[in-house]
T-cell receptor, first 117, second 114 residues
Framework: DQQVKQNSPSLSVQEGRISILNCDYT??????FLWYKKYPAEGPTFLIS?????DKNEDGRFTVFLNKSAKHLSLHIVPSQPGDSAVYFC????????????????FGKGTKLSVIP | EAQVTQNPRYLITVTGKKLTVTCSQN?????MSWYRQDPGLGLRQIYY???????DKGDVPEGYKVSRKEKRNFPLILESPSPNQTSLYFC?????????????FGSGTRLTVV
């Protein structure tokens, strides 16, 4: 049973427009969520995270929104740039990373974002 | 520079020939993990280790072994590789002191078993 779902395998967006990547989860124990970005021939790198005590976290052009009641989070990239073209993985953890407990992350299958110049 | 180092980056081998993919981290992280990435399946966890001499199975452990004799190293061992283990492998490490960054990943090992 897939606990973290990214239902869109791919997404194409024009440069300068907004990119919205979606992620749904089923495990109510998840309370910390992360987005990773992965370029070809490289390992995933951390992009942005959000704790369940928040509903929004912003870092420059990247904003993550969390809707706990819907068990849904989304990553917004504004404005999108060609360098944002990559695979984006959503991940979830049952415990805040700043506290004790499991270090386990559960990943979604990823969404390949293509930003067209 | 804080990093996770995997070797080799690319490996082509034949069915049944034992191989080891090494992983080393220089951040004194307690937690280390191995993932494989396959098209349409995302990142799937193979094994993880909470600390030295403590290892446990992930979601897809069949056909793999690991060991954690030192904190910095976490090798992945394929005793008898098969073609269905052809994949892209990532090692990752983490620690409570990692803050909000979750895992630090290596650059990956692309394995082809023929």
């Amino acid at each position: 049973d897939q606990q973290v779902k990214q239902n869109s395998p791919s997404l194409s967006v024009q440069e300068g427009r907004i990119s919205i990547l979606n992620c749904d989860y089923t495990n109510s124990m998840f309370d910390y969520f992360l987005w990773y970005k992965k370029y070809p021939a490289e390992g995933p790198t951390f992009l942005i995270s959000i704790s369940s005590i928040k509903d929004k976290n912003e870092d420059g052009r990247f904003t993550v929104f969390l809707n706990k009641s819907a068990k849904h989070l989304s990553l917004h990239i504004v404005p999108s740039q060609p360098g944002d073209s990559a695979v984006y993985f959503c991940a979830a953890s049952p415990h805040s990373y700043s506290g004790a407990g499991s270090y386990q992350l559960t990943f979604g299958k990823g969404t390949k974002l293509s930003v067209i110049p | 520079e804080a990093q996770v180092t995997q070797n080799p980056r690319y490996l082509i081998t034949v069915t049944g020939k034992k191989l080891t993919v090494t992983c080393s981290q220089n951040m004194n992280h307690e937690y280390m993990s191995w993932y494989r990435q396959d098209p349409g399946l995302g990142l799937r966890q193979i094994y993880y280790s909470m600390n030295v001499e403590v290892t446990d199975k992930g979601d897809v452990p069949e056909g793999y072994k690991v060991s954690r004799k030192e904190k910095r190293n976490f090798p992945l061992i394929l005793e008898s590789p098969s073609p269905n283990q052809t994949s892209l492998y990532f090692c990752a490490s983490s620690s409570p002191g990692q803050g909000d960054y979750g895992y630090t990943f290596g650059s990956g090992t692309r394995l082809t078993v023929v």
